[in-house]
């Protein structure tokens, strides 16, 4: 029934523009099947996926168009036919996911900042198998698209050591109800897609995590954790708690943006060499008093990727993700590869 989820800030304000598609599957933070998680506003240095601790400076504004993509591995007609012939009932498959989020972040003061995450979510080819008079077949019950939940949060970093260049901060946030949930399906007389296929949940999923940084050099190491607490939404459904783990190293070439002793700020060209490795842990989704065997799960990925900062503000990053580990419940989409990629400029 379910699949997978999924899930950045530096002291410089921007706007990302993320041009991409992403291929499969939304969430709000890990893994359950059909579900990514949504990115928060960029990062404008230092790793990808992995949220930094670093906060706008007051009263800094950025906006940023974003991006994430994931392919599964898809199960095929005759499998579906099969997991029906043999009474398995509740696997679904779903071909690809793309996520555009529209991402706008404010600091309120130099250590504190506020964002929000507006997505539209794109879900394609969502097939089924069932045993209609003793005979199998697959419905292909079609796509949904439509905006999906905001997701509001908050960043206090509650250490900024300037002489061994750590940091650390505690990060806070919602996602609401209001995207969409009305997306029908083409078979069975077009009834409702169940609540995990929907571009919105109906829920509000509060979530809390802690972020970590330290430069050496042109090295930078970071990681966060975060656990999104999932509420019951739409058709009675609880898509389940997710809990996401990051860890992120970066080598620049270049000395990108920096100030100098006397205050001056100057940014010059830069590239990041970055490496991840990207954790998702999903609880299974319950429907009412049912608890689906097939969703949640745990996933990991090695994610390379590279960002170039220009001097005139803007930058343009692409990270891949492969995955090295999967143990998901019962029977689910495997995850083929997955990446974020887009432009952002800095004001």
């Known amino acids: 029934m379910s699949i997978s989820k999924f899930k950045t800030s530096y002291s410089a304000p921007y706007i990302i523009m993320t041009a991409a598609a992403v291929y499969t599957a939304i969430a709000t933070a890990d893994a359950n099947a059909h579900h990514v998680t949504v990115a928060g506003p960029a990062s404008s240095a230092g790793p ?5 601790a670093d906060t ?5 504004f950025s906006v940023s168009v974003q991006a994430q993509t994931e392919n599964y591995e898809e199960l095929s007609n005759e ?7 043999n009474g398995i009932e509740g696997v679904h498959n779903t071909d690809a996911t793309y996520i555009a989020s529209l991402a706008t972040q404010y600091g309120v003061t130099d250590d504190f900042s506020i964002g929000v995450v507006a997505p539209y979510v794109l879900r394609y080819g969502i097939r089924e198998g069932e045993v209609e008079h003793g005979d199998p077949h697959t419905h292909m019950l079609g796509d949904t698209r439509g905006f999906g939940d905001l997701v509001v949060s908050a960043k206090y970093r509650v250490l900024n050591r300037v002489e061994d260049d750590f940091s650390l901060a505690f990060i806070v946030g919602v996602k609401a109800p209001t995207g969409e949930t009305e997306e029908e399906s083409l078979g069975h007389g077009h009834n409702l897609f169940e609540a995990e296929f929907q571009p ?9 995590g802690i972020a970590a940084g330290k430069n050496f050099g042109p090295f930078s190491v970071a990681g966060n954790v975060r656990y999104t607490v999932a509420t019951e939404g739409e058709q009675d459904t609880d898509l389940g708690d997710t809990f996401a783990y990051n860890l ?3 080598y620049r070439f270049g000395e990108g943006a920096h100030t100098h002793a006397d ?16 954790g998702e842990w999903g609880e299974r989704e319950r429907v009412g008093d049912f608890l689906d065997p097939h969703s949640g ?15 005139w503000g803007w930058n343009s990053f692409v990270s891949v993700g492969f995955p090295v580990y999967e143990d998901l419940n019962g029977i689910q989409n495997e995850t083929d590869v ?5 432009i952002g400029a800095s004001f």
Request: aromatic fraction near 10%; charge should be neutral.
């Open 48 to 52: 990808i996926n992995t949220e930094t």
């Open 56 to 60: 706008l400076p007051k009263g800094k």
């Open 79 to 85: 499998a579906l036919e099969g997991f029906a012939i």
């Open 200 to 208: 919105g949940s109906g829920s509000w999923d509060p979530h809390f």
């Open 248 to 250: 992120g190293v970066s």
């Open 263 to 278: 205050g001056t700020f100057e940014r010059h060209h830069a590239l990041d060499l970055i490496v991840e490795v990207n």
């Open 297 to 311: 799960g745990t996933k990991l990925f090695v994610s390379p990727g590279l960002r170039y900062s220009s001097p």
């Open 338 to 342: 997955r990446g974020t990629f887009g």
